[in-house]
């Protein structure tokens, strides 16, 4: 290839994410993209709103996600009431009164609920208030994550510091309890 040829934005796209296709998989660190960028021409407030784009989109993903689940998971324990309670009326039914299926006027009702319960809860889309609470969730989470792992990893330390603390006491004890002669000759008359 020529060192002389020029490419437009969209042939500079179309070469970059074939080259990624092609490379194996690694991470890349905020500044290592801020030096591409700058190598490519980019302006670093381009990349840094780029950035925050796709991260904002990867959280609002992940956002989305727990919310689908938590209401899924919802959803299939309401189903699993529903079952359990039902089979347990109608063995009741089935063995008292085995004519009379007084057992529908608990369980039709109820099955309405839980259809309902599925309609909204699976397929309503996920409002916006719902979507910035549970994102707010996952960002404090992860400021969590990150404090107790600092904090643990202090704590190792101290405790790893008290540890040789305790057992330079320990050996100094020792020593003082095997010689006790000597430390009455080190301290005077």
Known sequence: MSKDQNYSD????????????EQPSSDVSHDELLSIGAGVGLSRAALENAARD??????????????VSRARRGVAAHAFVYLAVNAILFLINFLTTPGQWWVLFAALPWGLGLI??????????????????EKRRLLEAANLGVNRLVERRAGIRIAGAADQIEAASDEQADAESEHPQSKRSTQGP
Request: net charge positive.
């Open 10 to 21: 969209e042939e500079v796209r179309a070469i970059i994410e074939r080259a990624l296709k």
């Open 116 to 133: 309902l319960h599925a309609g909204f809860g699976l397929f309503s889309p996920v409002s916006e208030r719902r979507l910035n609470r």
């Open 54 to 67: 796709v991260t904002d989109a990867r959280l609002r993903k992940a956002a989305e996600q727990r919310i």
